[in-house]
Every structure is written in C-alpha cells, then in structure tokens.
C-alpha cells in the first residue's frame, strides 16, 4: 500500500510562520489597515488568515523552507508516493507552494474564511486515509492528535519538552532540526555580545573618583541595564524590518529571526 506523506506548512516545510510573516508586511506597509484587522479578527482565525494573506503577497520561492524536509519530499517522489501539504495557512497559499514544489496536483488543503483547518487536520486525515493509513510531518502542539493518528513522522524544529510530548503521542516519530530551550534563541537575539558599549557609562563615575558613592553606583547600574535593554530592541526592530532581505544575505541568513530560531 503506497501510503501518502502529509505536510504541514507552517514551521514545519517552511522555517516560519506565513500569517504571522502577513501581518509584519501588513503592519510595515499599511499600518491603516490595523483597524480592518481587528474587525477580520472578530470573525475567527480562518477568516483573518486569508484576509492577511489577501493584503499581502507572499513569494513562494523565497520562502525559507527548511532543506532537511525538502529531502524527505524528494525521496517520497521518487518512490511515487502521493505528497500533499495539508495546513492551517490560507487555502490558496498552500497551492501556491505545492506547485512551487511541483506535488501532486489536488488533495492540497489550507484554511478557509468559514474553517481553520488546524482544529480539524487530524479528524479530516483519519476521515480521508483511516487511522494509522499516512504518515505526518508537523511541529506544534497542534499536532498531537494527527501525530497519534498517523502511522509514523517526523517531528520538526521542535524544542525539547514538545519533543517529549510528541514522542509519547507516537513513539515512532524521528526527530528533525530540534530547537534549543527558547532563552538561548532570545540570548542570541539580544546580542548581549554588544552591551560591553554601554560600560562607557561607568567613565563618568572614574573620572570624578565617584565609586564610593552608593547612589551614583546604582543610577549607573540602572542607566547600564535601561541602554542594554534599548540597544537589544533597536536590533530586534532592525531584524523584523530587514528580515527579507538579511535572508538572502550569506551570513546574515543566520540570524535567530532570519532563520527561523
């Protein structure tokens, strides 16, 4: 029985998540839109997400898809296995990467304004192929119930205690591009690296033989921490304005937001 291989889209054939890569291009080009975009919001998840994606226009080809799972696709295309993307992104999304990827044509699912596909994917995937009749590759605790009813999978770019889970939920799981604890992909973020600058506050406190002075010590302290803090949030802002272009950059790609960490 050649059974199909079912893909997620979001953190899982791609490094990032496509609604909330939307809503920064929304909110970057057309802050007015902020409005609209709590009224969409009212009307559920389905509905927002493809009114993100309406708003915005996403190059499939430039997506950042994560080659580990690029590899298992291609192996499965070549045993002429059937491979579908079925996620809770928007619907026509979904067929836009699947004919990027040149998958089989049809069986491709993605959310629509009336369902978000996510609460349903593994009562829709049991429904379509029986229980234990496909194999899954998926990242989130979303997926634990398609991860229980799938024959076997991967679980990617997952950090350690959602490994556990899925592990429990399916001991026949590989594990593929696991994260690191999320404190060490902020402490990358943060550029702590870059703080030692802010020591030239404490020159003030040398050159007028101050360090003795309780007082002066700690609003210095204070001052340290509060331009630490600042200098870490302009790099972050930076990295959420530069995101596109710092991924086809050849060292900047690396970074935890380019990347996808």
């Known amino acids: 029985m050649n059974i199909p291989l079912i893909i997620d889209l979001d953190h899982s054939l791609i490094k ?20 609209g975009l709590f009224l969409q919001a009212t009307h559920g998840r389905g509905t927002l997400k493809n009114w993100l994606q309406q708003k915005t226009r996403h190059e499939v080809r430039d997506l950042p898809y994560r080659e580990e799972v690029l590899k298992i696709v291609r192996v499965a295309q070549k045993k002429k296995r059937k491979v579908l993307i079925y996620s809770g992104a928007p619907h026509n999304l979904v067929l836009q990467v699947a004919a990027h990827l040149n ?12 369902k978000n596909l996510t609460k349903y994917k593994a009562e829709i995937l049991t429904e379509s192929w029986g229980l234990r009749g496909f ?12 991860f229980r009813a799938c024959r076997m999978g991967w679980i990617v770019g997952a950090r350690p205690a959602l490994v556990r889970k899925a592990l429990r939920a399916n001991p026949l799981l590989k594990i593929l591009a696991p994260r690191p604890p999320l404190i060490r992909s902020w402490w990358d973020a943060a550029r702590p690296h870059q703080w030692i600058k802010n020591i030239l506050i404490f020159v003030p406190l040398l050159a007028g033989h101050q360090l003795m002075n309780a007082e002066k010590v700690l609003e210095s302290l204070i001052a340290f921490v509060a331009f630490c803090f600042f200098s870490t949030s302009v790099y972050l802002s930076n990295d959420i304005l530069d995101l596109d272009s710092d991924r086809k950059h050849r060292k900047k790609n690396a970074r935890p937001l380019a990347s996808g960490k």
Request: glycine content about 10%; overall charge negative.
């Open 16 to 35: 990032t998540d496509t609604s909330w890569e939307a809503l920064r291009k929304v909110l970057m080009a057309q802050p007015k839109s902020m409005l």
């Open 135 to 146: 194999d899954y590759i998926g990242d989130s605790s979303n997926d634990l119930e398609t």
């Open 103 to 114: 998958l089989d044509e049809g069986g491709h699912r993605g959310s629509t304004p009336q």
